[in-house]
């Protein structure tokens, strides 16, 4: 009797599973930061323009972007565990071997390297999602997990700032490298799918599998180019993938130029640009875990999954456009609290994944997240090298905080005219 009373209760693995990959994208956006941290550093050592500093920020997502379709098809075939652990090894090789380049070339061929690597971990977040956890509990999931490439990065900062101060930018690599390498093992070891678990009970995956949880059991699909333009044709991956390009926008503002701009356009030293530079991640932590327990509340008060998703979306991007603003302040604290706003208003944005989730078709989750990923990286190619090119025509960030405002704006149109009703798509194999 007591092991039929204990099997009654539901376990919680679900949770354990979200602190994985809460983990693994602490460690992703981790190694794409430490390039921002160490850019003004590299750049004197090596001789880097600005023009050129924008095409090395913007390698990364070139091979990211054109690998999000492959990664997307290598995760439907191989499943999340395989596909998740041999990215998060081979991208924390290449951020290692970051500390030891000489030449821009090597440093791009390097850039490229992480790009490939990287490409599988959000289609892995997203399929996560979809198995583990029912509708009603996703976006506050989706919340957890994202939070962490913002908060890390926020108490990491000071660390981050520190260590190029007192050992080189070659260092802030190596230490992320080691560390990426360690989790890969650890997550290959502690991953399972729902299925396949042995911690998981009866009554959790009856949970799951009521709110629209768990795997396509069935064969896989047979990838064929013609599926992307029928995903496409679907208004709400369509408009989705418009609105998160805009987005990234602001996010990849932060992870590439935004060092920059405090230790150039506003002459803040190493330790003071540390310490500014945690207040706009902390904000965007708040954001994201915001935007999702407000998403999930939506739903369960109004019934509506299209207004609890993109409500939050479309308030967060408004938000993000307000980082013009600081074209017009002079004082380093004003300066801080628009970009705290602005970057809180991109958390919330990336509800956008758990809107994928919500929208995708169950058989093509990874190609599904793999095309959004793809459309919304495109941010990371051009606008790296648009404001690489506005501060090597102009001198200033003016023109290049313009830019990334009036694109959030454009996004929140995306969501607002095109997504339309956020539901489940269907299309014709």
Not at 202 to 210: M, S, T
């Amino acid at each position: 009797m007591a092991d039929l009373a204990a099997g009654s209760r539901s376990t919680h693995v679900r949770f354990g599973i979200l602190a994985l990959i809460s983990v693994a994208t602490m460690l992703n956006y981790l190694d794409r930061a430490v390039m921002g941290v160490a850019a003004p550093e590299m750049t004197r050592e090596l001789a880097i323009s600005p023009a050129v500093m924008g095409l090395i920020f913007s390698a990364f997502s070139w091979t990211y972007a054109a690998s999000q379709i492959p990664g997307g098809i290598l995760l439907d075939k191989l499943g999340t565990r395989i596909t998740y652990g041999l990215s998060l090894a081979l991208w924390s090789l290449f951020t290692l071997l970051h500390g030891a380049v000489s030449s821009v070339t090597a440093l791009v061929a390097l850039r490229l390297g992480l790009g490939v690597a990287e490409a599988p971990c959000y289609p892995c977040n997203s399929r996560v999602l979809s198995m583990w956890f029912p509708q009603q509990e996703r976006a506050r999931a989706n919340g957890v997990y994202a939070v962490g490439q913002y908060a890390g990065l926020a108490f990491f900062s000071p660390l981050l700032f520190w260590i190029v101060a007192s050992f080189g930018w070659r260092a802030l690599f190596v230490v992320a490298g080691v560390l990426g390498i360690v989790f890969a093992a650890i997550w290959y070891a502690a991953y399972r799918d729902p299925q396949h678990s042995r911690r998981v009970n009866q009554v959790e995956l009856d949970h799951i599998a009521a709110g629209g949880g768990l795997a396509h059991t069935g064969p896989p699909v047979a990838f064929s180019w013609g599926l992307l333009g029928k995903l496409m044709a679907k208004r709400q991956i369509l408009g989705a993938s418009i609105g998160q390009f805009c987005g990234n926008s602001t996010l990849v503002f932060f992870l590439t130029w935004f060092p920059t701009y405090l230790a150039t356009e506003r002459g803040m030293d190493w330790i003071k640009s540390g310490t500014f530079a945690i207040l706009p991640y902390i904000a965007a932590s708040v954001g994201v875990l915001l935007g999702g327990t407000i998403s999930d509340l939506l739903i369960k008060w109004t019934g509506s999954p299209s207004k609890g998703r993109k409500i939050p979306i479309v308030f967060g991007l408004l938000l993000a456009s307000t980082i013009i603003l600081a074209n017009y302040v002079e004082s380093d604290t004003a300066v801080i609290a628009i970009m705290s706003i602005a970057f809180f208003g991109q958390g919330m944005v990336n509800l956008g994944w758990t809107l994928i989730s919500d929208v995708a078709p169950k058989v093509l989750i990874g190609v599904t997240g793999g095309l959004f990923n793809l459309c919304a990286n495109l941010a990371g190619i051009i606008t790296p090298i648009v404001i690489g090119l506005i501060l090597a025509q102009t001198g200033s960030f003016y023109g290049a905080l313009a830019f990334i405002g009036v694109l959030a704006l454009i996004g929140a149109a995306a969501y607002v005219f095109i997504v339309g009703d956020v539901k489940r798509v269907e299309i014709d194999l």
